[in-house]
């Protein structure tokens, strides 16, 4: 299983975390389309996201390995 935290915005659609199964050779591209999948209310803001595994950010060509920790952080904005 893989951790997922979420933060900001993707609240409302996450609780603060959700365990989901790993999938070898999975890409951050293709993790993402499948979290759209269950969840298609949150699949627009998933596309903006950045991701984070084991709190560095990675490019959504890396691929996820087991027992990590996926961060999925919106863009925000402030002044």
């Known amino acids: 299983m893989i951790k997922v935290h979420f933060f900001a915005a993707l609240k409302q659609y996450f609780t ?7 999938i070898e ?6 993790f993402i389309q499948r979290l759209a999948q269950f969840y298609p209310d949150a699949a627009e803001p998933l596309t903006k996201c950045r991701v984070a595994i084991n709190e560095e950010f990675v490019s ?3 691929t996820i390995q087991s027992q990590t920790e996926v961060y999925v952080i ?3 904005s402030g002044g």
């Open 60 to 62: 959504f060509s890396d």
């Open 16 to 22: 603060d975390s959700i365990s989901v199964e790993f």
């Open 25 to 30: 050779n999975e890409t951050v591209t293709d």
């Open 74 to 76: 919106p863009p925000s």
